[in-house]
């Protein structure tokens, strides 16, 4: 039996679409903005990104689209 908190992944990316989030991709490379939508190939829309490097903001975008084969993993961004 479930507990209460435990979420499949589909229902996680489902809860988190128009809120802040966290993708880290493969070369450790960190995207944090707000989720915009997705695909059945975790292919990612973003907005509002903020790219982040070794810790370090590198650069902002408007609008990202990730490709999802780059993507390690995505998380809920509760810092934003």
């Known amino acids: ?3 209460q908190q435990e979420k499949s992944p589909t229902e996680f990316l489902n809860n988190v679409i128009g809120r802040p ?14 989720l915009s ?11 509002q990104t903020e790219e982040w490097v070794n810790g370090q903001l590198k650069n902002k975008y408007g609008d990202a689209f990730i490709r999802g084969n ?6 809920a961004d509760k810092s934003r």
């Open 1 to 3: 039996m479930q507990n």
């Open 21 to 34: 989030v966290l993708v880290k991709l493969n070369s450790g490379v960190d995207y944090r903005g707000i």
């Open 37 to 47: 939508c997705l695909d059945g190939y975790m292919n990612i829309a973003l907005e």
């Open 70 to 75: 780059n993507v390690l993993y995505i998380s």
